[in-house]
């Protein structure tokens, strides 16, 4: 049960971005769920070699270089998504940022 309310807060944060983020663009709520779908595949595949890889400079930064790692998987699900568009990088940190924020709520909340 709380993978599909981890998920349904995924999507709902992806709508909820697309409201508040200008450049941050999702056409209809199937594509925030298509958006969401590849944001958890890519979370789980991709996001932990690539910390991994930049593992200095996210202590450095005291980890905030994880919300670039976020803004670069948003700007790579962008490209292969139809529908979902995002105007630059910062578009992309600052909806990262708010689907982060949404994320650890609904993790709290569970």
């Known amino acids: 049960m709380s993978l599909i309310a981890k998920f349904l807060g995924t999507v709902f944060a992806v709508l909820l971005a697309a409201y508040f983020v200008p450049g941050f663009h999702v056409e209809s709520f199937y594509t925030a769920v298509l958006v969401a779908l590849a944001l958890g595949v890519l979370n789980i595949t991709l996001r932990p070699i690539l ?4 593992l200095p400079l996210t202590i450095i930064t005291l980890g905030l270089f994880s919300f ?10 962008s490209s292969f998504v139809k529908g979902f568009s995002v105007d630059g990088f910062l578009p992309a940190l600052f909806g990262g940022a708010l689907i982060a924020v949404v994320g650890w709520a609904l993790h709290k909340l569970i």
Request: hydrophobic share 70%; glycine share 8%; no cysteine.
């Open 51 to 54: 910390t991994i890889l930049t």
């Open 68 to 77: 670039v790692i976020n803004a670069g998987l948003i700007l790579l699900i």
